[in-house]
């Protein structure tokens, strides 16, 4: 829920005629994303840890991170090709917030009704 604040500030900055405000609104939401960008990577490196079986775990961990990487940059290079007028950043960063939040309540309603299932079957075990 976190990383939704980073979009959303820098989006909304771009509103604000106050450049001090603007740069206020973008150091927090950087802040706060970047506690959320924290709390995901530890806790998804740690559950790739456990999981993964120990002698394939560098191989596992090393294209997890490739992945990741290629993930990031992947639509930085290919946007520019594929859309010749790309949105203004406004748009682009409240999509994305969006979207994140979209993702995130998905994620959360899918945790409940995980949770739900197993109260249920350890009722009827």
Do not use: Y
């Amino acid at each position: 829920m976190l990383l939704v604040f980073l979009p959303l500030t820098d989006g909304l900055a771009i509103l604000v005629n106050s450049l001090i405000l603007g740069k206020a609104m973008v150091i927090i939401g950087s802040l706060l994303g970047g506690v959320g960008a924290g709390f995901i990577n530890v806790q998804s490196v740690t559950l790739l840890q456990e999981l993964s079986p120990k002698n394939l775990l560098g191989r596992v961990s090393g294209l997890f991170e490739s992945v990741m990487v290629a993930g990031q940059l992947t639509p930085t290079l290919l946007l520019p090709l594929l859309i010749r007028d790309a949105p203004g950043l406004l748009i682009f960063f409240l999509s994305a917030a969006v979207l994140l939040f979209a993702l995130t309540l998905l994620a959360f309603f899918e945790n409940q009704k995980e949770e739900k299932n197993l109260q249920m079957a350890g009722l009827d075990a």
